[in-house]
């Protein structure tokens, strides 16, 4: 017998501990940090593949906090990193029946504001508070979550000058470009729990495009809200974007806020031009040039305000 089948035994044996019936368990494709099963109509199974662990220790955490504001993701039912009965750490989640989305979901933009309610828990943000609780309000705070932040495009443009990957004078077009969105941007702003890979492939929807669950967290961390709409088109930030304000009572112009989402789409973009081809993933931001060329046709089809004022 083999180690995939020494492995699907093993899966078999998770199955038979939540009382379904092995005949039941079924591997969706995909998923890069994690192999998925559904176990019958009610239970979804994840296990760790090897150099993911940790991702999968954050989301046990995470989930619960998500779930403590309302946001509509799965619910852990067990989490065991012994390895008893598989030979990696995996989480056994209820199962939310759903489609992947090929438009903007109803529903996304107030679930992502639910989230971004859960702020940092830093005591300083608010006199008094003891720490663990986030300034937003009583509600439950991951911890070990890891924090990310604006990072430094001028000093991504200069390295790619330097390796040839652009000419000087893009350079300082570039340069001049992030100069002008950082006098929009509130760098020493609150810093928000993010889901961290808000794409079509991590949510599920019903029939009618409502959305019924954000699933995998593995990317989440605390951040500003606006990197949490990095990894959507333009064309669906720019969409989403209104009813995100309205639901999160932002106290950003969406100006501001759309600079700041712009400030993520191209700087990720211009890190990503010296990575080596990735192909056979279905994520739109796999290929090296998918976001540079996505700004392109978002900048070049007539953007909506506030966006056109932002080049």
């Known amino acids: 017998m083999g180690e995939q089948d020494d492995f699907?035994?093993?899966?078999?044996?998770?199955?038979?501990?939540?009382?379904?019936?092995?005949?039941?368990?079924?591997?969706?494709?995909?998923?890069?940090?994690?192999?998925?099963?559904?176990?019958?109509e009610e239970l979804f199974l994840r296990v760790s593949r090897p150099g993911y662990e940790d991702d999968l220790r954050k989301e046990i955490r995470v989930v619960p906090a998500a779930r403590s504001v309302g946001v509509l993701t799965p619910a852990v039912i067990e989490y065991d990193?012994?390895?008893?009965?598989?030979?990696?750490?995996?989480?056994?989640?209820?199962?939310?029946?759903?489609?992947e989305p090929t438009d903007v979901p109803e529903g996304?933009?107030?679930?992502?504001?639910?989230?971004?309610?859960?702020?940092?828990?830093?005591?300083?943000?608010?006199?008094g508070a003891p720490a663990g609780e986030p300034a937003s309000g009583p509600a439950e705070v991951p911890v070990g979550v890891p924090e990310d932040g604006w990072g430094d495009p001028w000093g991504t443009i200069d390295d790619l000058a330097d390796r040839g990957y652009i000419d000087p004078g893009t350079a300082t077009w570039l340069t001049d470009w992030f100069t002008r969105l950082a006098r929009r941007v509130d760098a020493g702003?609150?810093?928000?729990?993010?889901?961290?890979?808000?794409?079509?492939?991590?949510?599920?929807?019903?029939?009618g495009n409502d959305l019924r669950a954000l699933i995998d967290w593995g990317d989440a961390a605390w951040a500003p809200p606006a990197m949490d709409f990095a990894k959507l088109?333009?064309?669906?930030?720019?969409?989403?974007?209104?009813?995100?304000?309205?639901?999160?009572?932002s106290p950003d112009s969406e100006h501001d806020l759309a600079a700041a989402i712009l400030w993520f789409h191209l700087s990720w973009a211009l890190a990503k031009l010296p990575?080596?081809?990735?192909?056979?993933?279905?994520h739109w931001t796999a290929p090296t040039t998918s976001r540079l060329l996505g700004l392109l046709h978002f900048f070049t089809t007539t953007p909506p305000a506030p966006w056109a004022d932002l080049v």
Do not use: C, S
Not at 81 to 99: F, K, N, S
């Open 189 to 207: 702003g609150p810093k928000v729990l993010i889901h961290g890979d808000v794409a079509a492939h991590n949510l599920l929807v019903g029939p």
């Open 108 to 127: 996304l933009a107030e679930q992502l504001a639910r989230l971004h309610h859960l702020k940092h828990p830093d005591p300083a943000a608010r006199p």
């Open 8 to 40: 699907l035994d093993q899966v078999a044996a998770v199955a038979r501990r939540h009382g379904v019936d092995p005949e039941e368990v079924r591997e969706v494709a995909g998923g890069v940090a994690n192999r998925g099963f559904v176990l019958g």
């Open 275 to 282: 990575a080596a081809p990735w192909p056979g993933q279905r």
């Open 233 to 249: 088109p333009l064309t669906q930030v720019a969409a989403l974007l209104p009813a995100y304000r309205q639901h999160a009572h």
């Open 81 to 99: 990193a012994d390895r008893r009965l598989i030979d990696a750490p995996y989480v056994v989640m209820q199962r939310v029946h759903g489609t």
